[in-house]
């Protein structure tokens, strides 16, 4: 099978499949039509293993492998849409911290100016680049690094993701926010975990609570 073919999909992978998933986040209330647009044309199959790819286009989130998943569609339209109604305009330089698969990063992609995403993990960042390279998305960058570190040498950043929950914000991450920047992570232990969206105006922030979430925990180190 060609990469074009795998990459179209097929039966449950198919156009028709990703219409169903826009058609569920709809219902579910996501409004911004920029986002459901990338969803629609962006094949979630490519970010899971061919053993789940019948799946991919549930509205769960699914494993990836060494403890790790790619969110659950709704979430990951969700925390787009956030961040983009919060943001001046379209963001030009986004931080993502944790690209798991590559999926979040690879829906920011067409929506944003750059994307920067780091990973702890190796061997998720080494699937996920191959990802990006197969999917012609040129305009992401990424770093293996530890997520509690960010990217201090391309900060500041208009906006950051974060896709795994630590129990308190990060300090060195608003730090590599601009003045007015946005930055949209889940916060909180297990099971207490809420998502929010931070704009920061100079030393001060403006916090929002959007939601209440469930992600794996943010971990520091590289492995």
Partial sequence: ?????????????SQRARDRLVARLQAAGIADERVLEVIRRLPRHAFVD????????????????????????FIVARMTAALLAAADGAPQRVLEVGTGSGYQAAVLSPLVGEVYTVERID?????????????????????HADGHVGWPEEAPFDAIIVTAA???LVPALIEQLV????????????????LLRLTRQ???LRRETLDAVSFVPMLGGLA
């Fill in 166 to 168: 630590a129990e308190q």
């Fill in 202 to 204: 100079g030393d001060a």
């Fill in 123 to 143: 061997e998720l960042l080494f699937q996920a680049r191959r990802r990006f390279r197969r999917l012609g998305l040129k305009n992401i960058r990424s770093r």
């Fill in 50 to 73: 061919e053993a789940l790819a019948s799946r991919a286009y549930e509205d769960t989130a699914l494993p990836i492998g060494l403890g790790q998943t790619i969110s659950q569609p």
């Fill in 1 to 13: 099978m060609s990469p074009a073919s795998t990459l179209g999909g097929s039966g449950m992978t």
């Fill in 179 to 194: 003045d007015g920047g946005v930055l949209v992570a889940p916060v909180g232990p297990a099971g207490q975990q809420q």
